[in-house]
T-cell receptor
């Protein structure tokens, strides 16, 4: 079983839709959670960074962590064509070992 | 710029040649990571540096791969006797933390193609 599972998609939504991206994990020691956005031919760009459970909001983006279910989500409100990218989740227990999902490809159609 | 810089951005070479990839991390970041990303695959961890030392080399796929970091800054990933399966995007990331998992900041990668 992989440490982190992420549905690769592809996911296609109309502009203005609410997008929900998810990852599940198996290691209950994970307590640091990140979401990255990766445009084609670019490196991953950090979007959200959260510690432990709960919600974090930044503009149109909301990250949720449910440690009891070992499940994290990223919500994008009022999605825009510029949100079209691959979204990667990442997590860590502590220190410097990180585990990444394989990424979900998102297309927002104008 | 203030971000992670990688060079070259693209590299095409013949099978059997050696290649050297460079990463210049964000100034002041003590931790540096190398990953490999293949089409449709996730990020494959290669090696992690804290300062100039590499406490975790567990991800290096074979002894053809090596990396060093000097002056706590620039890092070089070297692949000797390249094989076609080495074709991938090689990403470098840096972060400021040690004990806590500080988020990583990535460069745009080196796209390596082995003919």
């Amino acid at each position: 079983q992989k440490e982190v599972e992420q549905d690769p998609g592809p996911l296609s939504v109309p502009e203005g839709a609410i997008v929900s991206l998810n990852c599940t994990y198996s290691n209950s020691a994970f307590q640091y959670f990140m979401w990255y956005r990766q445009y084609s031919r670019k490196g991953p760009e950090l979007l959200m960074y959260t510690y432990s459970s709960g919600n974090k909001e930044d503009g149109r983006f909301t990250a949720q962590v449910d440690k009891s279910s070992k499940y994290i989500s990223l919500f994008i409100r009022d999605s825009q064509p510029s949100d079209s990218a691959t979204y990667l989740c990442a997590m860590s227990a502590s220190g410097n070992q990180f585990y990444f999902g394989t990424g979900t490809s998102l297309t927002v159609i104008p | 710029g203030a971000g992670v810089s990688q060079s070259p951005s693209n590299k095409v070479t013949e099978k059997g040649k050696d290649v050297e990839l460079r990463c210049d991390p964000i100034s002041g970041h003590t931790a540096l990571y190398w990953y490999r990303q293949s089409l449709g695959q996730g990020l494959e961890f290669l090696i992690y540096f804290q300062g100039n030392s590499a406490p975790d080399k567990s991800g290096l796929p074979s002894d053809r791969f090596s990396a060093e970091r000097t002056g706590g800054s620039v890092s070089t990933l070297t692949i000797q006797r390249t094989q076609q399966e080495d074709s991938a995007v090689y990403l470098c990331a840096s972060s400021s933390g040690t004990r806590e998992a500080q988020p990583q900041h990535f460069g745009d990668g080196t796209r390596l193609s082995i003919l």
